[in-house]
């Protein structure tokens, strides 16, 4: 008898359209441009803080206040906290097992920690850019 | 008992006479309460004998019977019908050659298992015949739910990182690594470092996730992983920190 | 036996990832505010520069950048690798080259205040 294993080729730039879960991690994985995108423009502040001259800052600041970065910057915090902080928050418990005696601390909970010191530290960043 | 009539579609492939595989499509009647591996059976014993799958107990316990349904990796004794449509696509466990109709071959996942060294490592003396290893509760908590393979390999099957490459050690031999990690009796985590030292190891790995969310027996091998490379991090500074020191 | 750079790799980018999962949204609402003409006092170029004049702001806000810029070089690299594309050698230097000179330049700039 004969064998001739037969090996399904692989489509290797159209796979995660193939079903729902691999087009979610796809979402979530692309989410790395929009921080490589946040650092290019924090660098662009830092620039324009570095120069000395506060023209140059304030310029940066009026240069933001358009209706497209408006959109831009609403969309992206929807997208980021979604795909970005959700996702890592729900993902935390796998990577850190809590067990007290017999029982695992419960993901929830950990995911809820998460949250917590997520909000947290938002306040702590508003406080001291003095939003409030 | 109410019988449904099922549409199935298996994918079929004879390595003595076809260039690449078919389709072939089956109407099956199936009581309520089947699985899909009745109605694979049905279809052998009295429409088509020569389809060739592997099965064996029926129970979830084997893991022979794994297959793709609908495009799922699942164990065919597990998958319901009354979960499913009345068509139903059936194929050979995804990211394996297909050695004939629904049998994949596995060879590359078996040669992988004994790279994790699957079984307790000591370097001190084992207990003496008379006495024993001691493990409370608790401690078997730690690794148990990595113990429940069954080797189905669903998890190769969901996993777009073995897709692409196969070298990939893969989902089921990195939880097995972890198991035995993680078991109070080992004392074997500086020899299983190859899965970490190597780029074919837990690195590859990206955290898609799939591979958990199709295993039958919620071994949770994409949790395993990131445990090895959470641990792999930390040894790796560990290391910096104190060259020539021992952990 | 030794245990393979990709556990610094990895470990970086798991610390940017979870930098970025808590401060990013943070940061981009602050974008948000001032695109939408509110800009926060302590972004006015005397506070601003007030911080990062501080060591402690130069060394949170090179951090930030840091390990956020690491975290999306190396998560960019998986991207093209999931998209099927097998120049994995020349995508790596490519990108880690970048976010090493962007954090170059962060800390240069930083140093200039």
Request: glycine share 4%; net charge neutral.
């Amino acid at each position: 008898m004969s064998r001739r294993p037969y090996v399904r080729p692989v489509a290797r730039a159209t796979w995660y359209m193939r079903q729902p879960r691999y087009r979610i991690y796809m979402l979530r994985e692309v989410n790395c441009i929009l921080v490589a995108f946040y650092c290019a423009l924090m660098l662009a502040a830092l620039a324009a803080l570095a120069s000395g001259q506060p023209g140059r800052w304030n310029e940066f600041l009026s240069g933001q206040q358009h209706t497209a970065w408006m959109v831009f910057h609403a969309f992206s915090l929807v997208y980021f906290f979604v795909f970005q902080t959700m996702a890592w928050f729900q993902l935390a418990p796998k990577a850190m097992p809590l067990q007290v005696g017999e029982t695992l601390v419960p993901a929830a909970a950990i995911v809820a920690a998460h949250y917590l010191a997520w909000i947290v530290l938002t306040l702590i960043v508003f406080w001291l850019t003095g939003v409030f | 008992m109410t019988t449904r009539q099922i549409e199935l579609e298996v994918m079929r492939y004879d390595p003595e006479q076809d260039e690449a595989p078919r389709f072939q499509h089956y109407s099956v009647p199936c009581q309520n309460d089947w699985a899909i591996l009745d109605a694979l059976n049905y279809v052998k014993e009295n429409i088509d004998t020569t389809l060739s799958y592997r099965w064996s107990c029926h129970m979830m316990v084997c893991g022979s019977c794994g297959m793709m349904v609908n495009g799922e990796p699942s164990l065919t004794c597990k998958t319901f019908i009354r979960d499913l449509p009345d068509r139903v696509r059936v194929e050979p466990l995804a990211n394996f050659p297909i050695e004939r109709d629904l049998v994949v071959v596995l060879d590359d996942v078996m040669e992988k298992l004994q790279r994790a060294q699957p079984y307790v490592i000591r370097k001190d003396a084992p207990p003496a015949a008379t006495d024993e290893y001691q493990q409370s509760p608790s401690v078997l908590k730690k690794f148990k739910q990595y113990t429940m393979c069954i080797n189905c390999m669903a998890c190769y099957a969901a996993c777009p990182q073995y897709a692409l490459d196969k070298e990939f050690i893969g989902p089921a031999v990195l939880a097995l690594a972890h198991r035995y990690n993680l078991d109070s009796r080992d004392q074997g985590r500086e020899q299983r470092l190859d899965i970490l030292a190597d780029h074919d190891g837990v690195w590859n790995c990206s955290f898609v996730g799939a591979c958990s969310e199709v295993c039958p027996k919620h071994v949770d091998p994409a949790a395993a992983i990131q445990q090895m490379k959470l641990e792999g991090s930390i040894e790796w500074l560990k290391r910096k920190l104190h060259p020539g020191g021992r952990s | 036996m030794a245990i393979a750079k990709k556990a610094l790799v990895w470990g970086l980018f798991a610390a940017g990832g979870t930098l970025s999962s808590f401060l990013f949204p943070a940061l981009i609402a602050l974008f948000l505010l001032i695109s939408s003409g509110h800009v926060p006092d302590g972004l006015a170029y005397d506070a601003a520069r007030q911080m990062a004049a501080s060591w402690l702001g130069k060394v949170v806000l090179f951090g930030i950048l840091f390990l956020s810029l690491w975290h999306a070089a190396h998560r960019l690299r998986v991207v093209f690798h999931d998209f099927g594309v097998r120049a994995d050698g020349v995508i790596a230097t490519t990108l880690y080259l970048l976010a090493a000179l962007a954090s170059v330049l962060t800390a240069a700039l930083l140093l200039m205040i």
